[in-house]
């Protein structure tokens, strides 16, 4: 099979696995949250989200309608040949899945607000190049939803005030989200390089699977102290109250201009959807994030 | 937490006896509304021209699902709540003049809505955001699409 085919093929896997079955680390930590929360409200809340995950398996239906803008992030190995080809390959996986699992068409012309009816548009997917050694491609699939999308937030905070500053600006964030971005969510927070470069580090930091704690031990505590801070806002599953408003917090970080201190925080709802393969120069592929035959 | 279970059409003074926090099921027709299906209904209504259904006593949904056609029939894929607070800035005119009972959604609406539904007879039902399939497998028959 030529690449450009299997890398099409291979994307289309991946956005059904994505969509349908949420990652073994983040339905744990909704079991976990589930057998933790004290709230009656929040608890029938996390009950829904538990039963409504086992139905969109048993079904092969995505779990939730909205499927989300769908993000392509590609490890291309330098060596790696028909990198011209992905693009291309990535769209046309996206029209496919948008016909056959089905999605929701997400993609709307801000101008004339025409739905462009098959999740492309200009841009649209997004594909994040990342060139790493090595001959093969890894690519990961995000469909992100609109919900937690809408209280993402960058910010240019003041050196002088430093983490701490960081720490406020995180938790405000979260109160005014509140019930809005579908809680419990996942957090991506990332500070320097420069505003975008703030977003795209906390944006990726989503990506990172729940169970995976932070190498560097300040950097894991500050996850920490993060974590129990929203956590203790009472914002709770769906923002009905209770002691479960994010499920885990990822941190990031470029060095950053004296002058500047940029942060940003991405939201990402419950329903966490992500699934990587890697494709290898002989052709043969592995699925990273999914055991699951489809 | 009472648990009520209303069949539309809902009477105001059925919606009436519910308190915040109760647990109320709803049977019956469910009509699904985003933003830009309010904004048309209210320049219907602005021009006198008759809604493709009646709302009064009905629920609205904000969500907008995902859907397959088979033959001429509609199915719902995947049917969870969308964010609520998208259509504060209808939402007092539409129960005000369609006489809704009860607004499905996620997250939550603000006061200009809730006032709305304290005058009229009215409320707000949170369902589970994201738990699309729950919704989609309890939707029996779609009935039309506007």
């Not at chain 1, 409504?52 to 048993?58: C, G």
């Not at chain 1, 806002?233 to 923002?239: C, E, F, V, Y």
Request: aromatic share 8%; hydrophobic share 40%.
């Amino acid at each position: 099979m030529k690449k450009a085919k299997i890398v099409e093929n291979v994307a289309f896997n991946i956005l059904k696995q994505a969509v349908i079955y949420l990652p073994e680390d983040v339905k744990q930590a909704l079991k976990k949250a589930y057998a933790e929360e004290t709230s009656e409200t929040g608890k029938t809340q996390l009950k829904a989200i538990l039963d409504n995950i086992e139905l969109a398996e048993k079904y092969q239906a995505p779990m939730c309608q909205d499927t989300g803008t769908i993000i392509f992030y590609v490890k291309a190995g330098a060596k790696a040949k028909d990198l011209e080809k992905i693009e291309e390959a990535l769209t046309n996986a996206t029209r496919k899945a948008t016909k056959e699992i089905p999605l929701r068409p997400n993609s709307v012309d801000p101008f004339t607000q025409k739905n462009s009816g098959d999740n492309t548009g200009r841009y649209i997917p997004f594909l994040q190049w990342e060139i790493v050694p090595g001959d093969s491609l890894e690519v990961t699939a995000m469909t992100k939803g609109g919900g937690s999308e809408n209280v993402c937030i960058a910010g240019m905070l003041v050196p002088g005030e430093g983490i701490k500053g960081l720490k406020k600006f995180v938790v405000d964030a979260v109160i005014k989200a509140g019930a809005q971005p579908c809680p419990p969510n996942i957090l991506g927070v990332a500070i320097g390089g420069g505003a975008d470069i703030a977003m795209k580090l906390a944006k990726k930091a989503l990506l990172k699977p729940l169970n995976e704690s932070n190498k560097d031990s300040e950097i894991a505590k500050l996850e920490k102290e993060i974590f129990e801070a929203v956590n203790m806002t009472g914002i709770g599953p769906m923002g009905l109250g209770g002691k479960t408003t994010v499920l885990g917090v990822h941190v990031d970080y470029a060095f950053r201009h004296p002058a500047s201190f940029p942060a940003a925080v991405a939201f990402n709802c419950w329903a966490a959807r992500r699934a990587s393969a890697r494709i290898n120069a002989d052709g043969t592929v592995e699925y990273l994030t999914h055991k699951i035959k489809l | 937490m009472a648990v009520y279970k209303f069949k539309t059409p809902i009477s105001e003074e059925d919606i009436r006896k519910l308190k915040v926090n109760d647990v109320l099921y709803v049977t019956g027709t469910i009509v699904t509304a985003r933003d830009q299906a309010h904004r048309r209904a209210l320049e219907y209504f602005k021009q006198g021209k008759p809604l493709p259904i009646n709302l009064e006593g009905l629920a609205v949904f904000h969500c907008g699902p995902v859907v397959s056609k088979k033959g001429e029939k509609w199915i719902a894929v995947a049917a969870g709540p969308t964010t609520s607070t998208r259509m504060d800035i209808f939402e007092d005119e539409f129960i005000k003049n369609f006489k809704v009972r009860v607004v499905i959604g996620k997250g939550g609406m603000g006061k200009k809505t809730t006032d709305a539904m304290a005058k009229y007879g009215a409320v707000y039902g949170a369902f589970t955001g994201g738990a699309a399939i729950l919704a989609a497998r309890a939707t029996k028959n779609v009935k039309s699409v506007e």
